[in-house]
Every structure is written in structure tokens, then in C-alpha cells.
């Protein structure tokens, strides 16, 4: 019996056409075992909670994290390969057939690994950082997309508005060759761990996440300039040299903890 919390699977939709390869998936399968052992040996040095992992594939990633210790459950959106993994893993791991943008992670606490589908990054980063139970995720996602999430050479906007609530962290890198097909593009893995003490209360995450939003979309350049309408311009310049922040700073300059501080100015 799975020891990952299990709600009912949503099956595939009969009306979806057949899924062949990989390539109908957007997916490109790991093909070296390096990588899913480096993914497997971050959760190896996490809590001992069950790892769930989104589109298991053709299964090589799921061999690694079985090599942690604690119950893996892998979900799998084409029955075929669900059924094929099934029979290679048997009662070692449970294998659900579901559509990793649409399951239903569950209410206890576990980790999260995937080898996310290029095309998928997205949506499926947003719906993992509102989900609230799981502590660390480890991502394969493409490379340039790892760096911009974890804010190396500036933040995002996506990535600044949940800083409060999760670390991010660049992992290795993962070569082309790494996969098959092989992808125009290297990959990354990127780390994200759910902080134990968060910089801003979660009660207060719509109002933070509002004034991130009217930071990086807002008129005018400067931050007097960007907040004039939330905070007076002789308080932002005080904030600034707090946060030895200089005169051209732009937000994606912004660390977790000035924008943690920005928002306690601008309450």
C-alpha cells in the first residue's frame, strides 16, 4: 500500500488521440544515469517523506529516486507507458495513471521530482507553488529557464513572487546528449525547498504578490518612480540605501530579502 497520499487519479481522456514517442508528449527521456541520481540524491538529504513524481516516462528517473528510501508514487499520463512501468517496477513503486497538471497532490507532507516537459514549464511551475504540503521539489527543466528560477544574473517576476515562500537553487547541468531525443537545448536542475519560516505571512501572499506584479509592470523607471503611487518618495529612497540599493537598480536587482523588506514599507 502507498504511504504517498492518494487521491483518485484522473484517467486520460478517452477523447485524446493515441500517444506514441515521446515526441507526442513534448518529452525527452533521460538516457544517462548520472542526472537522475543527482535529482534523486538531493531528496536523499531532505525529510524522509514519500517523493511523487510528475510524468515518469519511460521510468529512469523513477529507478533513482527508489534508491532513497521512502515510498516513490509515479504518475504517468499515457496508459501504455504507465502499464509498462507498472510491470518494470511492480510493488517497488505506484504507478497512477493521471496527467501530472491536473493530479491532485494530497494533503500530507511529501517531495516532488520531475523531468518536466519543455512545453509544460510553465504551467506546471505555477500549480506546483500553490500547492502546500510537499517540501522540496527537484526539476529537470531547460537551462536557461533553471537560471531565470533560480535568479541567476536577476529575478523574474515569477520567481520574485514566491520568494517568501521557497528557496531557489540551481543544480547541474545536463547536456543534450543527456536525453533522447536529444533536445536543441541543455537542461537544468533546479531545486526549490519550501521555507520553514516564511519572510512574508502566507495571509498576506495576494497583497505581496500584487505589488511584485505592479513593480515589474509599472511605468516609469527608478523605484521613487515605480512606487510613487504606494509609498513617498523619501521613504523608497531610505529603503533603498538600507538595502544598498544605488540609484539605477532595477527590481529584477531585488534579493528575497529586499523584496520582503519593500513590502513591509509599502504596508
Known sequence: MSHHPRPHPRRQDARRPPIGGPHELGQNWLVDRRYPAEMADVLRHAPPYPVLELGAGNGALTEALLTVGT??????????????????????????ESDMLTYEFGRHPHHVAANVPFHLTT????????????????????????????????????TASWWPWYEFALGARVPARAFAPVPSVDGGILVIRRRPRP?????????????VR???????????????????APAVRAWMARQHLGARSLPRDLSDDDWA??????R
Open 123 to 158: 504551467p506546471l511551475l505555477r500549480r506546483l507553488l500553490r500547492q502546500s504540503h510537499w517540501d522540496t521539489a527537484v526539476l529537470l527543466l531547460q537551462w536557461e529557464v533553471a537560471r531565470k528560477r533560480a535568479a541567476v544574473g536577476g529575478t523574474t517576476m515569477l
Open 71 to 96: 515510498p516513490v508514487t509515479a504518475v504517468e499520463v499515457d496508459p501504455r507507458r504507465a502499464d509498462r512501468l507498472r510491470r518494470t517496477f511492480g510493488e517497488r513503486a505506484e504507478i497512477l
Open 261 to 266: 523588506s519593500l513590502f513591509r514599507l509599502h
Open 214 to 232: 505592479q513593480v515589474f509592470t509599472g511605468p516609469g523607471r527608478g523605484f521613487p518612480a515605480l512606487l510613487r503611487a504606494q509609498v513617498p
Open 199 to 211: 519572510l512574508v505571512a502566507l495571509e498576506d501572499q495576494a497583497d505581496y504578490q500584487d505589488l
